[in-house]
């Protein structure tokens, strides 16, 4: 398998778990928060699909989608603002009137992350060895286009996993 078909499923993966962790969950319960301080579920969906955008972006140099999403959500955070290092006080003020709201920002970061994966197709022109860029020289070994986004993925993976733990525990 190449790489740009591995991470393509992988992205696809991420896509359908936010899909399964929202079916069939009621808005009331996708904002509580287990034990009273752990992120609720609509945290962790929002701030996976920051995540995933915000370092998406990095790597393509397209803006973010969340510049023309934010408005939509009207959350009480700077638009740079991705979730790392909320406390109890950020995580609760993120909030949505509507889950479809928090699914069809997921979809709209999909999308600009299939575009990007897109310029890993061989076919393209680039290829795999965007994966090779150098894409912050501040770590030991530097770290590359292709070790973000296993990184990322990775990230995305485990909060999701949270998330569908949660609704278990609903």
């Avoid at 069809?104 to 680039?126: F, I, K, N, W």
């Avoid at 290829?127 to 990184?151: F, H, K, Q």
Wanted: glycine share 10%.
């Amino acid at each position: 398998m190449d790489p740009h078909a591995l991470l393509v499923d992988h992205v696809g993966r991420i896509r359908e778990l936010v899909d399964s962790v929202v079916d069939g969950l009621e808005l009331d319960d996708a904002h509580r928060r287990p034990l009273d301080r752990g992120n609720p579920i609509v945290w962790l969906l929002w701030h996976t699909s920051r995540v995933l955008d915000d370092h998406v972006a990095g790597l393509s140099g397209d803006p973010q989608a969340w510049t023309g999403w934010a408005g939509r959500f009207d959350l009480p955070l700077d638009l740079e603002d991705f979730g790392y290092g909320h406390g109890p006080e950020e995580v609760a003020a993120v909030r949505v009137a509507d889950l479809d709201l928090l699914v069809a920002y997921h979809q709209a970061v999909h999308e600009r992350t299939l575009s990007y994966l897109r310029r890993l197709d061989p076919a393209s022109g680039v290829g795999p060895d965007e994966l090779d860029r150098v894409v912050d020289e501040d770590w030991d070994p530097p770290v590359t286009a292709g070790v973000r986004l296993v990184s990322v993925i990775g990230d995305c993976l485990q909060h999701l996993g949270q998330a569908a733990y949660v609704k278990g525990l609903l």
